[in-house]
């Protein structure tokens, strides 16, 4: 047998080496000869072709039985000539698996520098905390507690980024970042359009035929709102700036007020008074007909 570029020797495996050891010999090898991670380094490149070459005869099941038996020599070349002549099947640059191993390599030389991919979360907060804005504490993956700012206006399905909270760049490029998506959890009483707010407020009946100031929640605090005389269920009220808050060049929402009239408990007085009460002319269902 041949022993000049012993394949065997070049990938410093055993000859009983298993196809697994073969390949792992031969990838590290070959990343660290690579001539795209040395250029200009001839012998670099030589090793290379080397070890490509001694692959490409251990990694074929049946090449590496007739170098084993003598057949052919380290390079593929018949041991003496046959017929036409030997195969002469000298390897080049490749060898088995040779996109597969530096598929990423080229990839990170072709590119270069890159940003890292960006992390995603997921963040349910309460709906005055959406309106009004405020911060969260929040842990990350890492164990790593973290403050976040929660701008007023924030909206079902809005994303807040991080900065620089996602997955390590490439090649000495930037992280990613921390993208943040929100879930706002509904309110019981008030309901949301864009920057507005909407309510519905009960009143009493004598507050709607006498008129009342009353009191009307609000994102920031309670107001004092007149309804007046002879007010009918369903009108609604508007208190304006009172809706999403103002929040650098966005103007703040109203705050939209429907009535709703409630006869509540019903004492004997109410009923008498009701029974001897006769609104001449009035139908309240008279456009229905």
């Known amino acids: 047998m041949n022993m000049v570029n012993d394949p065997y020797k070049t990938l410093g495996v055993a000859k009983d080496a298993t196809a697994t050891q073969i390949r792992a010999a031969y990838r590290k090898l070959a990343k660290q000869h690579h001539p795209d991670l040395n250029p200009g380094d001839k012998k670099a490149e030589e090793a290379f072709k080397t070890a490509s070459s001694a692959n490409d005869i251990l990694s074929d099941p049946e090449k590496r039985a007739r170098y084993d038996r003598g057949e052919i020599d380290g390079a593929g070349n018949e041991q003496a000539p046959r017929g036409g002549g030997g195969r002469g099947a000298a390897a080049g640059f490749g060898g088995a698996g040779f996109e597969d191993i530096f598929s990423n390599i080229f990839e990170q030389r072709t590119r270069g520098p890159a940003r890292g991919p960006d992390d995603r979360y997921t963040l349910k907060v309460d709906f005055l905390e959406a309106v009004n804005g405020g911060t969260k504490r929040i842990t990350l993956p ?9 701008p007023p206006g924030t909206k079902e399905g809005d994303v807040l980024r991080l900065r620089g909270r996602g997955q390590p760049g490439r090649n000495g490029g930037p992280q990613g970042d921390g993208l943040i998506e929100v879930q706002v959890a509904p309110h019981r009483f008030f309901r949301r359009e864009d920057r507005n707010l909407f309510l519905d407020l009960p009143i009493s009946l004598k507050e709607a035929v006498l008129g009342a100031k009353v009191t009307v929640p609000t994102p920031n605090g309670d107001v004092v709102m007149t309804v007046k005389p002879h007010t009918e269920s369903g009108v609604e009220m508007r208190l304006r700036g009172r809706g999403v808050p103002a929040h650098g060049n966005t103007h703040a929402g109203d705050l939209h007020v429907k009535l709703n ?29």
């Open 142 to 150: 890492d164990g790593q507690g973290m403050d976040v700012k929660i």
């Open 261 to 289: 009239m409630v006869v509540g408990p019903v004492d004997a007085g109410l009923e008498d008074f009701l029974r001897g009460w006769e609104q001449v002319g009035f139908n309240p269902r008279g456009g229905l007909g």
